[in-house]
């Protein structure tokens, strides 16, 4: 099993620097570069403090040129916010300047207050169409002199310009949950990407067992790679662990609240959650981080990789997203590579 980080910039209170916010995430890349992590991840989103990562490809070619061997992955790319054309040519791009380091991961998108104010009227299940759409398009255009008329896109004859450097282009990653998302990425001969958000290793079992099920529809494809990516925290002691599953289970508050769209927003910074209302959440608690979570100390963080290693995971990100101090980011990341990642060599 191969080990990637997944991260981005957040910015949560109006005081921070967003330059110094930027300067540490690129310091956690380099981390990961020198530790022999495989890729580093990181996603679109457009008006949220809370992930700013307006276009993944300009970070990923920023990152190229301060890394050496880093795989470089969109985590994702949202797919209705892009036309095929565009796609097809920036990344293209992008996998030139980076000598064939890019991974393409794409998906419908996850929150509301992004379509409203990209593609107004837009739900999950339109986005996740443009999706089916958009990837046979961005593949087709890779090989050239492509024709489209479909649903949302009509175009005449064209070729990406630039082609990537990657035969056949760089690799596309879905990021998928239903079976009809496995299915969909399978068919297409693209990777899958799974993100489990509150049950725990139940859904970790699940997810893969709707990803086999896939593969086994499509027999004549080759069986594709899949990526779990989960929040990890490597503790230092047990009183770490407890901290950690505090400060994790206030982003998930906030992710939760960024995802019911309906707190009041100022300045890309949703209005505060009280300790009473963490405290009342339905199903986000510490002690649902720290049971569905991966965190722990090192020998714990290691057993419960080598289960999902077990199932047939290709790939584990560890999601460092977390609203941490850089200091609690970097120890603990510091600690991955240097006590867990070692047990899987």
């Known amino acids: ?11 949560i209170s ?17 981390i990961a570069d020198e530790g022999g992590m495989h890729a580093i991840w990181t996603g679109e989103h457009h008006g949220m403090n809370f992930t700013i ?27 209705p916010f892009w036309h095929p054309i565009r796609l097809a040519g920036e990344a293209a791009m992008v996998d030139i300047i980076t000598d064939g ?12 207050f992004e379509y409203e104010r990209l593609l107004p009227g837009l739900d ?6 443009r999706m089916r759409e958009l990837i046979p398009a961005v593949k087709a255009l890779w090989k050239g002199d492509y024709t489209h008329e479909g649903e949302f896109y009509t175009f005449p ?12 282009g760089p690799p596309i990653w879905v990021a998928a949950r239903d079976p009809n998302s496995h299915e969909f990425a399978v068919s297409q001969g693209c990777n899958v990407q799974v993100t489990p958000l509150w049950k725990g290793e139940e859904e970790i079992a699940f997810l893969m067992e709707t990803f086999k099920a896939a593969c086994q ?52 910074l949703i209005a505060p959650l009280s300790d009473a209302e ?16 991966v965190i722990g100390e090192p020998q714990d963080v290691i057993r419960r990789l080598k289960h999902y290693e077990a199932l047939g995971y290709d790939e584990y990100a560890f999601w460092i997203d977390s609203s941490m101090t850089f200091a609690r980011k970097k120890a603990s990341l510091q600690r991955f590579i240097a006590e867990v990642m070692p047990a899987f060599q």
């Open 278 to 293: 963490i405290a009342a959440h339905p199903f986000y608690s510490p002690e649902a981080m720290e049971r569905d979570l």
């Open 101 to 112: 380091r890019l991974e393409l991961g794409i998906a419908r998108g996850a929150y509301n």
């Open 53 to 79: 990562a307006p276009n993944p490809l300009i970070s990923l070619v920023d990152i190229a040129r301060q890394t050496r061997n880093l795989r470089l992955g969109t985590g994702t790319v949202i797919a």
């Open 157 to 168: 004859k064209t070729t990406s310009a630039p082609q990537p450097v990657q035969p056949g």
């Open 14 to 30: 109006a005081e921070q620097d967003q330059r110094r916010i930027y300067d540490e995430f690129l310091a956690l890349c380099r």
């Open 217 to 268: 529809k499509y027999p004549d494809q080759p069986r594709p790679r899949i990526m779990l990516l989960q929040h990890t925290y490597v503790a230092d002691s047990p009183a770490d662990v407890k901290v950690a599953a505090q400060e994790l289970n206030r982003f998930y508050c906030y992710f939760g609240a960024w995802f019911m769209n309906k707190r009041e927003i100022e300045q890309g």
């Open 124 to 129: 999950a299940w339109g986005a996740g169409q």
């Open 1 to 11: 099993m191969k080990f990637s980080l997944f991260a981005h910039m957040e910015r």
